[in-house]
């Protein structure tokens, strides 16, 4: 079946405008995850939902950043006023269950903001 | 809080030749998982290969295993016949089940497959 698939592949922002990326997780995935990858550095742990509701936002670096997934499926990240420290790949992940199961990464979208 | 080091930041091996890509962590858990995956240039993160911290025994995908020394706190990652696809960014990663299921990545490793 289709993977997970994340849109758009690439966006260029000017400083202070708001961005919306989306992420189609694999159908019937309960756990949907966001990761921020920075050049040359490993993932980071941005937001996890279990279904709809959103279990752990620790992640998220500031209130500037907002992540929902209503209906349990399509996730949105919304970074509003964006910062040049926000330029970085965003990863989307998704698993069958809540716990011990492997996650399955999207292509991400590489961000950048000028 | 638990922290993943990969030590290696870029590493090489001739195709057909087997190379090892190193990772300790630090966490005071006993139950969680290691992960490697694999990133190659066009960014798609593909997992490689899991070890449940329960299991004594090595996991093992064909030309791809692990040696899992959980009292030393390490998990390198073997990979026998290098193949040119081979080449990619490794990540080491854990997850600790009683903490949410988020990952934890190391800083990763960069390795060449040379013909």
């Known amino acids: 079946g289709a993977g997970v698939s994340q849109s758009p592949r690439y966006k260029v922002a000017k400083r202070g405008q708001d961005v919306a990326l989306r992420c189609d997780p694999i159908?019937?995935?309960?756990?949907l995850f966001w990761y921020q990858q920075a050049l040359g550095q490993g993932p980071e742990f941005l937001t996890y939902?279990?279904?709809?509701?959103?279990?752990?936002k620790s992640g998220l670096p500031s209130d500037r950043f907002f992540a929902e997934r209503p209906e349990g499926s399509v996730s949105t990240l919304k970074i509003q006023r964006t910062q040049q420290e926000d330029s970085a790949v965003y990863l989307c992940?998704?698993?069958?269950?809540?716990?011990?199961?492997?996650?399955?990464f999207g292509p991400g979208t590489r961000l950048l903001v000028l | 809080a638990q922290t993943v080091t990969q030590s290696q930041p870029e590493m090489s091996v001739q195709e057909a030749e087997t190379v090892t890509l190193s990772c300790t962590y630090d966490t005071s858990e006993n139950n969680y998982y290691l992960f490697w995956y694999k990133q190659p240039p066009s960014r798609q993160m593909i997992l490689v290969i899991r070890?449940?911290?329960?299991?004594?025994q090595n996991a093992t995908e064909n030309r791809f295993s692990v040696n899992f020394q959980k009292a030393a706190k390490s998990f390198s990652l073997k990979i026998s016949d290098s193949q040119l696809g081979d080449t990619a960014m490794y990540f080491c990663a854990f997850m600790n089940n009683n903490a949410g299921n988020m990952l934890t990545f190391g800083g990763g490793t960069r390795l060449m497959v040379k013909p």
């Open positions: 939902f279990q279904n709809e509701a959103q279990l752990d």
């Open positions: 992940a998704s698993s069958l269950e809540p716990v011990q199961e492997t996650q399955y």
């Open positions: 070890q449940e911290a329960y299991k004594q």
């Open positions: 159908s019937g995935h309960v756990s």
